[in-house]
């Protein structure tokens, strides 16, 4: 992918196939899906990208509503940098309930 390094191109790749360890996770160790705290709805990819309302002010250039014109029309640089800032959101404001966010570096969990 031109213009990301290795790293955000498997965060890029991880994304666009829904499947990111920060949302699955949960099918390894038994435990509970992890829900959105803001939203108390299940945690998904789809979900922190296109619809929770707690990032609506930083998902600047997100005016898409489905994944596939997402990763189609909005440059790959902006979808990182969105996840970076929610990523910082989310350790701040710790609206992930099922983990102990301290104790990781949340951009493993992509
Ligand atoms: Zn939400």
């Known amino acids: 992918?031109?213009?990301?390094?290795w790293r955000d191109s498997v965060v890029i790749n991880r994304l666009?196939?829904?499947h990111t360890c920060l949302t699955h996770y949960y099918l390894l160790s038994?435990?509970?899906q992890p829900e959105c705290a803001h939203c108390k709805c299940p945690l998904t990819v789809k979900h922190?990208?296109?619809e929770c309302a707690a990032f609506n002010n930083i998902r600047l250039n997100f005016t898409v509503s489905a994944m596939k014109e997402l990763?189609?029309?909005?440059?790959m640089r902006?979808?990182?940098?969105?996840?970076?800032d929610i990523s910082i959101f989310i350790i701040v404001f710790n609206l992930l309930v099922s983990f102990?966010?301290?104790s990781f570096d949340i951009t493993n969990f992509f």
Do not use: A, P, R, Y
Request: no cysteine.
């Open 1 to 5: 992918m031109s213009g990301l390094n």
């Open 71 to 75: 990763f189609d029309t909005v440059d």
């Open 48 to 50: 922190l990208l296109l």
């Open 78 to 84: 902006h979808i990182i940098n969105f996840i970076k």
């Open 30 to 32: 038994g435990e509970d």
């Open 16 to 18: 666009q196939i829904v």
């Open 100 to 102: 102990q966010l301290q």
